[in-house]
Structures are given as structure tokens and as C-alpha cells.
């Protein structure tokens, strides 16, 4: 019995977040209904706990674009540092690539990365994969031969290594 009352309290709970997020986000009558036609209902007391704590969290998200902007971030982070592993053929799993984000990142927890920080992480691990692969087709490819190092000065002259210039 006990366990009853909890959970109509919990769905009490959870269609007053429904409706003041319905609320705040303007949705009108016409999305209501498309909402809950998703889930297969005609009205929201219908819906049980489940679902309503899932709409809630989704309209939430969908209400807090730089929330869902850094969730994205942090994907695509997790993907370019899966990619660097693979590149460097280091196995990695979720918990590793997360704790090399974090040690890049200087940060304790992978989800307080701020969002300026994940975009630079991002960009700085797929560079690395770019040049990792850069170097081994460059080492893969046969040199024919007629190339050659060169350092230019700043004055504008430009001198081979262990050639005298003249």
C-alpha cells in the first residue's frame, strides 16, 4: 500500500514537471498532442512514471540547447579520442578514453569539461590523428629521390643543410 502512494505522489510529481515544461517551452495544445501521441496516450495521466520522467528529461534537454550543444561535444570528443588510440594502436575503452580526455583537459570529471574547453580537445585530438596518419603514409611512400631540406632565414635566403652556399 505503501508503495502505491509513493508512486502516485511520483506521478503527481512528475505531470506537474510535464505541464511546467510544456509550459516554458510554448509548446501549445497542437505539440501536447503530438508529445503524447509519441507515446501512445491521449492524455498525460494516462502516461505512467516511466514515460514521464523520459518526456520531462527529453523536453529539459530540449529546453537547455547549450546542455544538449556540450552533450554533443562530449561525443565527439569520446569519438576523437578513440580515433587517437587507434591511431597510436592503444586499446581503449570508454573509462580510458574519458580519463585521457580529463588528464588533456586538466578537469577531475569528464562531464565538468566546459563546452570551450571540448571543442579546443576535440580539434587538438583530431590534428594528431591527421598528422599520425600524415607520417605514415609519408614513412609507407617510396622517396624518389630528388627532394630536399631546406631552412629559410629571415632575411630571405634559403641554405641547404651541409652544402656549402655561395
Known amino acids: 500500500m505503501m508503495k502505491t502512494i509513493d508512486n502516485d505522489h511520483r506521478k503527481r510529481q512528475l505531470l506537474k ?27 498525460s495521466s494516462e502516461m505512467d512514471c516511466a514515460g514521464l520522467a523520459d518526456v520531462c528529461s527529453k523536453l529539459a534537454v530540449a529546453m537547455t540547447p547549450r546542455a544538449s550543444e556540450a552533450d554533443r561535444w562530449r ?11 587507434q591511431a597510436m594502436d592503444y586499446e ?6 574519458k580519463a585521457i580526455a580529463c588528464r ?8 565538468r569539461i566546459p563546452l570551450d574547453r571540448l571543442r ?7 590534428q594528431r590523428v591527421k598528422d599520425i596518419e600524415k607520417v605514415g603514409r609519408m614513412a609507407d611512400t617510396p622517396q624518389d629521390g630528388g627532394g630536399f631540406l631546406y ?3 629571415p632575411d630571405g ?5 651541409g652544402r656549402i652556399n655561395r
Open 92 to 97: 581503449a575503452d570508454v573509462n580510458r578514453v
Open 17 to 43: 514537471r510535464f505541464h511546467m515544461l510544456l509550459n516554458r517551452a510554448r509548446i501549445d495544445e497542437d505539440g501536447k498532442r503530438e508529445i503524447l501521441a509519441s507515446y501512445g496516450v491521449e492524455h
Open 151 to 153: 631552412v629559410m632565414f
Open 104 to 111: 588533456a583537459a586538466g578537469a577531475t570529471n569528464f562531464n
Open 120 to 126: 579546443s580537445l576535440y580539434n587538438a585530438f583530431m
Open 75 to 85: 561525443k565527439r570528443v569520446m569519438a576523437a579520442v578513440f580515433g587517437y588510440c
Open 157 to 161: 635566403r634559403k641554405e641547404i643543410p
